[in-house]
């Protein structure tokens, strides 16, 4: 039976909501980031284990072939270690997104995003109730705003030409995000993956 990751689910659920014309993934690919912050424990406990979840098991001997470089290099010197610790994050990363499906364009340094937060809280936390109602207000005022407008802009939708295409253009805003919203409800696991129950 296949079973929705209900964080990227959210995720999903929220790209739609704003409509941003941009490609979703998760922050793997920063240095604050799950992939780098167990690659560093890694690295401090001397042990590759923690990592090893990101990649795929045919990846495991490039980690830990990486792995072992990099603590072979970290004891030469400040700069030797800053240097072979940030070769072994981006060895993760690249093959962790290779796993993907996705492109390696380098670790970003930058903040996580509020959804992101919240759902790497609600698994920290281990209560996901947070998270549901600020998705839950932030789909329903969505929704509201778009059938608003396209309510209105349908009451005079006859009256000119450039009005219908006002309205045209409100109802299809209307139209795709309650699409979009019931498509990523119905949709399987992120990168294709299927998990099932047994």
Sequence with gaps: MKQMYFPALLSGIAVFLFALPVHVTAHCDTY???????????????????VLKWVKKDDEAKITEAFKKTMAVR?????????ADNYFFETVVRIHRAGEGEPYTGIKNTPVDKLTAMTD???????VDTLINNITAEVKQGIKERFTKALQAKKSADKTVEAGREYVEAYISYIHLVENIHTALKAGPEHGQEVENK
């Design 32 to 50: 604050n980031g799950p992939v780098v912050t167990d690659a560093k424990q890694a690295l401090e406990k001397g042990d590759v284990t923690p």
């Design 75 to 83: 004891v030469k010197g400040t700069e030797a270690k800053d240097l």
């Design 121 to 127: 809280k609600a698994l920290e936390t281990g209560k």
